[in-house]
Structure formats: structure tokens, C-alpha cells
T-cell receptor, first 114, second 113 residues
Framework: GAGVSQSPSNKVTEKGKDVELRCDPI?????LYWYRQSLGQGLEFLIY????????KSGLPSDRFSAERTGGSVSTLTIQRTQQEDSAVYLC????????????FGPGTRLTVT | AQSVAQPEDQVNVAEGNPLTVKCTYS??????LFWYVQYPNRGLQFLLK??????LVKGSYGFEAEFNKSQTSFHLKKPSALVSDSALYFC???????????FGAGTRLTVKP
């Protein structure tokens, strides 16, 4: 079946602009995660959605970052007033449920802020 | 707080030799442990996980990992490496009750013919 998809695959933006990154999880997966992977670094947890529960936003690095998940499916990560340090690969993952289930990752969106 | 360490940035092995990629973790409770692999220009793929039960878990592509509670380790192993195993490997840990998963910085495995 279809895996996790993300769009765009690449995004180049000017400093100060807003960007939106999209994630389509695997159908039926109730949990959705956003991570950031900087060059040479591991994955940094950003935000977690589980069903209709309030999201866990504890990983968002600043109030310029926000995310929504509409209808329990598609998610959008928005970065306002982008800075050069926001340049990274943003990964989305989904899973069947909480904690013990493995996550399935999308190919990522490479964001470059010039 | 939970954390995971991969002490080696790079591991080089010859094809046909056994390989080990090391991972140690720290959690306040019982851990859920995962290994993922990232091939060039591709997303992370799940390899295997330890939740409970047998300390030796087997996963995709002939990989296995052993959970060692006393040493707080979860090393990834394969008896005979293939050139196609060359990739970036990530260990991850989740503490029961936490939503986020902590990933290690990754270990780049290179298998030479």
C-alpha cells in the first residue's frame, strides 16, 4: 500500500518568509509525528498527534513553528518568519498507535533558507 | 528524561564479516528500543524493535539486536555484512508513557567489497 508522503520534496525560501510543509500519513494510522534532521545530526522530535487528543508540542523549538492535523489525517507544519537555522530536512512519520508501534517515515522535505 | 547514544560515527567492515553497530540508552523506566536504517536519498526504514520478552530480536534483512538491561545497550548485529548494507543507522528509545522518541546521532556503516 501507499506509504507516508510529503510535499514538497525540496523548498528554498528567503529568510523571513513563511513556509508550509505537508504530510500525508498511511491510511488508518492514528499517530503522526514531525521530526527535524539537521546535517550530521540525529532526529529532533518536534510534535506528535494521536487521534483526536491534543497534540504534544513539547519539541517545537520556538513559537514560529506550528502544526495542524485536519480530520485525523493530513498534517501541515508551518514555519513563520523563517531563519537560516531552520534549514534542515523535515521528516514526517505515522504509526498505528502509541509507544510500542514502529513509525513509518516519509521521504522528507529539504528546507533551505537563504 | 530519555536519551540514546551511538558512540561510533562511522563503522567500516569488509563484506562477509560480522558487523556490530553500538547503541546505549538511558530511560527512567522500561524502554522501548528501535533500530532504523536510512539509505541515501530515502526515508528512514524500520529494522527491528524490542518491547518485551526475548532479549534477542530479529528484524529485516538479516539484522538482529540484543537487549542488555544491565549494560543499557541495544547493539545491532549481522553475522555476514553485504555491500548493500552500507547506510546510516539510527537507534531510538522511547520511555513508556512518553510520546516522543529519542534518536541517536546515527552511525554510518560502510561495507567494502
Amino acid at each position: 500500500g501507499a506509504g507516508v508522503s510529503q510535499s514538497p520534496s525540496n523548498k528554498v525560501t528567503e529568510k523571513g518568509k513563511d513556509v508550509e510543509l505537508r504530510c500525508d500519513p498511511i491510511s488508518g494510522h492514528t499517530a503522526l509525528y514531525w521530526y527535524r534532521q539537521s546535517l550530521g545530526q540525529g532526529l529532533e522530535f518536534l510534535i506528535y498527534f494521536q487521534g483526536n487528543s491534543a497534540p504534544d508540542k513539547s519539541g517545537l523549538p520556538s513559537d514560529r513553528f506550528s502544526a495542524e492535523r485536519t480530520g485525523g489525517s493530513v498534517s501541515t507544519l508551518t514555519i513563520q518568519r523563517t531563519q537560516q537555522e531552520d534549514s534542515a530536512v523535515y521528516l514526517c512519520a505515522s504509526s498505528l498507535g502509541r509507544v510500542s508501534y514502529e513509525q513509518y517515515f516519509g521521504p522528507g522535505t529539504r528546507l533551505t533558507v537563504t | 528524561a530519555q536519551s540514546v547514544a551511538q558512540p561510533e560515527d562511522q563503522v567500516n567492515v569488509a563484506e562477509g564479516n560480522p558487523l556490530t553497530v553500538k547503541c546505549t540508552y538511558s530511560v527512567s523506566g522500561n524502554p522501548y528500543l528501535f533500530w532504523y536504517v536510512q539509505y541515501p536519498n530515502r526515508g528512514l526504514q524500520f529494522l527491528l524493535k524490542y518491547i518485551t520478552g526475548d532479549n534477542l530480536v530479529k528484524g529485516s534483512y538479516g539484522f538482529e539486536a540484543e537487549f542488555n538491561k544491565s549494560q543499557t545497550s541495544f547493539h545491532l548485529k549481522k553475522p555476514s555484512a553485504l555491500v548493500s548494507d552500507s547506510a546510516l543507522y539510527f537507534c531510538a528509545v522511547r520511555d513508556i508513557g512518553n510520546n516522543d522518541m529519542r534518536f541517536g546521532a546515527g552511525t554510518r556503516l560502510t561495507v567494502k567489497p
